[in-house]
């Protein structure tokens, strides 16, 4: 079998100790791998790389079309954007899988009163929150732009049903907030739900994300697959973490069409650094994901049965196990699995490969940057515009300054304050802040509404403004509560 060429980044703090010990449990496994060491991290931002990768680190990635990655940190303070991030966003890994399954040796609540869990939780990974468009409004109020598109949210959703259908799960879950974010989340349900009559052998429901919080704790075995928005998702991996022991043991996969990236989510741990106290864990799982992903399930199934031998036999690191028994180091915990090759759990069901996989086909390069969209079979009609005004004046006032300037097509019908009206109704009891929404319904097009708003701005200071638009008879905007 020729060897596949990866790209490694060793990371930051503890992330040069896992790796290593990774690499020397996969070498003696004999996979077939060809590793392409790179620079990643805070040391390249501290050579003055704003991204944090060297262009010769960005041309092997996206020349390989795999990144095995360790932890890495984002200097403090300096405005740069986080190295994890922008991997992700930059190659466009739209899918992040982290599977989290009880372990032996790694003792939890569950674990204890006998509740295996093996959820997999897969997060949307470029839009939302995450998108990190902010600005400063006013000097007291900060915006930040939720992006949800729904092609965006077919790429990941898709990719749960696939990945339920071939691995044998039986049920996915969409989590959500389109009980109050309608639109956003909203869009994100609607393309669950269409995606998901294509998949009529796997069964399908959704659930309020803060429900899905409270019943991941409570009971943990009714989830298999559960799909999320970026920050959602992002919150709900966290926390099914701690259901099986800590990030320590929470692989990570990054999964694009073109580039994917396998890293540790746990922290670069520098009170340990160079102590040799790190478990390697969380970034050997993630490898085996990776080793699947590449078509090598034999030698991703033979590493793991000697992980879970050597955790059944009671071997760990400082960080977990049985108190009674002294800990490994990172490179004895290492030494342990590799000595192991070849033997299966007791305890626990070994893991079997399951033959006819294909191996990983590098995609051909990308000459352009792919444009992603969906047919509107809708018109599209301009209704209105919302616009924000930096005020501390009453919105009675506010209210007639703007209607003096308004021409007779057009209608001021509501201003809000941090998304409560305020005007023409509203409390006296409503606390706000001098950043208001005003909706003008009546223009029709975007002429008119520029004309508007550069009358008002003589006026007033405008930061933002929306186009309100129908979708047919749809509203492709949002009311504001009490309105």
Same mark, same amino acid.
């Given at each position: 079998?020729?060897?596949?060429?990866?790209?490694?980044?060793?990371?930051?703090?503890?992330?040069?100790?896992?790796?290593?010990?990774?690499?020397?449990?996969?070498?003696?496994?004999?996979?077939?791998?060809?590793?392409?060491?790179?620079?990643?991290?805070?040391?390249?931002?501290?050579?003055?790389?704003?991204?944090?990768?060297?262009?010769?680190?960005?041309?092997?990635?996206?020349?390989?079309?795999?990144?095995?990655?360790?932890?890495?940190?984002?200097?403090?303070?300096?405005?740069?954007?986080?190295?994890?991030?922008? &991997?992700?966003?930059?190659?466009?890994?739209?899918?992040?899988?982290?599977?989290?399954?009880?372990?032996?040796?790694?003792?939890?609540?569950?674990?204890? &009163?006998?509740?295996?869990?093996?959820?997999?939780?897969?997060?949307? =990974?470029?839009?939302?929150?995450?998108?990190?468009?902010?600005?400063?409004?006013?000097?007291?109020?900060?915006?930040?732009?939720?992006?949800?598109?729904?092609?965006?949210?077919?790429?990941?959703?898709?990719?749960?049903?696939?990945?339920?259908?071939?691995?044998?799960?039986?049920?996915?879950?969409?989590?959500?907030?389109?009980?109050?974010?309608?639109?956003?989340?909203?869009?994100?349900?609607?393309?669950?739900?269409?995606?998901?009559?294509?998949?009529?052998?796997?069964?399908? =429901?959704?659930?309020?994300?803060?429900?899905?919080?409270?019943?991941?704790?409570?009971?943990?075995?009714?989830?298999?697959?559960?799909? %999320?928005?970026?920050?959602?998702?992002?919150?709900?991996?966290?926390?099914?973490?701690? %259901?099986?022991?800590?990030?320590?043991?929470?692989?990570?996969?990054?999964?694009?069409?073109?580039?994917?990236?396998?890293?540790?989510?746990?922290?670069?741990?520098?009170?340990?650094?160079?102590?040799?106290?790190?478990?390697?864990?969380? %970034?050997? %799982?993630?490898?085996?994901?990776?080793?699947?992903?590449?078509?090598?399930?034999?030698?991703?199934?033979?590493?793991? =049965?000697?992980?879970?031998?050597?955790?059944?036999?009671?071997?760990?690191?400082?960080?977990?196990?049985?108190?009674?028994?002294?800990?490994?180091?990172?490179?004895?915990?290492?030494?342990?699995?590799?000595?192991?090759?070849?033997?299966?759990?007791?305890?626990?069901?070994?893991?079997?490969?399951?033959?006819?996989?294909?191996?990983?086909?590098?995609?051909?390069?990308?000459?352009?940057?792919?444009?992603?969209?969906?047919?509107?079979?809708?018109?599209?009609?301009?209704?209105?515009?919302?616009?924000?005004?930096?005020?501390?004046?009453?919105?009675?006032?506010?209210?007639?300054?703007?209607?003096?300037?308004?021409?007779?097509?057009?209608?001021?019908? @509501?201003?809000?304050?941090?998304?409560?009206?305020?005007?023409?109704?509203?409390?006296?009891?409503?606390?706000?802040?001098?950043?208001?929404?005003?909706?003008?319904?009546?223009?029709?097009?975007?002429?008119?509404?520029?004309?508007?708003?550069?009358?008002?701005?003589?006026?007033?200071?405008?930061?933002?403004?929306?186009?309100?638009? @129908?979708?047919?008879?749809?509203?492709?905007?949002?009311?504001?509560?009490?309105?």
């Amino acid at each position: 079998m020729s060897k596949v060429k990866i790209s490694v980044a060793k990371g930051d703090g503890i992330g040069p100790e896992i790796m290593d010990a990774v690499l020397q449990i996969f070498n003696a496994a004999n996979v077939p791998l060809e590793y392409e060491l790179i620079d990643m991290g805070k040391s390249i931002y501290d050579k003055g790389f704003s991204t944090g990768m060297t262009d010769d680190a960005k041309k092997s990635v996206e020349t390989n079309g795999i990144l095995f990655k360790g932890p890495m940190e984002t200097p403090k303070g300096k405005g740069v954007k986080s190295i994890n991030v922008t &991997a992700r966003k930059t190659w466009s890994t739209y899918a992040n899988r982290r599977h989290f399954q009880s372990l032996p040796g790694v003792d939890t609540v569950f674990s204890k &009163a006998g509740i295996p869990i093996d959820i997999t939780i897969v997060r949307e =990974n470029i839009e939302g929150t995450y998108g990190g468009i902010e600005h400063m409004n006013t000097h007291d109020v900060a915006i930040c732009r939720r992006i949800i598109s729904r092609p965006g949210s077919a790429q990941v959703i898709r990719f749960a049903f696939e990945m339920a259908r071939k691995e044998g799960f039986k049920k996915v879950t969409c989590a959500h907030k389109a009980n109050i974010m309608k639109l956003t989340d909203g869009l994100f349900l609607e393309t669950f739900q269409q995606i998901a009559q294509e998949y009529p052998e796997i069964e399908s =429901n959704d659930i309020i994300v803060d429900d899905l919080a409270m019943k991941l704790v409570a009971r943990p075995h009714e989830f298999q697959v559960v799909v %999320l928005t970026n920050l959602q998702g992002d919150i709900m991996s966290d926390l099914c973490a701690g %259901l099986v022991g800590g990030l320590g043991f929470a692989p990570s996969a990054n999964v694009g069409d073109n580039i994917s990236i396998f890293e540790a989510v746990h922290g670069t741990a520098p009170d340990i650094t160079g102590k040799l106290l790190a478990n390697p864990t969380s %970034l050997l %799982l993630s490898g085996l994901m990776m080793l699947r992903f590449l078509g090598l399930v034999k030698h991703a199934a033979l590493i793991e =049965n000697a992980l879970r031998y050597t955790l059944e036999q009671g071997v760990h690191t400082a960080d977990f196990g049985d108190r009674t028994i002294a800990p490994s180091n990172t490179n004895e915990f290492a030494s342990a699995i590799i000595k192991n090759l070849g033997k299966e759990p007791e305890f626990s069901k070994p893991r079997v490969a399951v033959d006819g996989v294909e191996l990983y086909q590098k995609k051909t390069s990308a000459d352009f940057q792919k444009m992603m969209e969906t047919p509107n079979p809708e018109p599209a009609t301009i209704v209105g515009v919302d616009f924000f005004v930096e005020s501390n004046h009453p919105a009675a006032d506010l209210a007639r300054t703007i209607e003096s300037k308004l021409q007779p097509n057009q209608k001021l019908v @509501m201003i809000s304050n941090r998304g409560t009206m305020v005007w023409p109704t509203g409390s006296s009891f409503t606390e706000c802040v001098d950043h208001y929404r005003v909706r003008v319904e009546g223009t029709q097009s975007q002429p008119e509404i520029f004309s508007l708003l550069s009358s008002l701005s003589e006026k007033m200071y405008i930061p933002s403004h929306e186009v309100l638009r @129908m979708y047919g008879n749809k509203p492709g905007y949002s009311l504001a509560q009490g309105q």
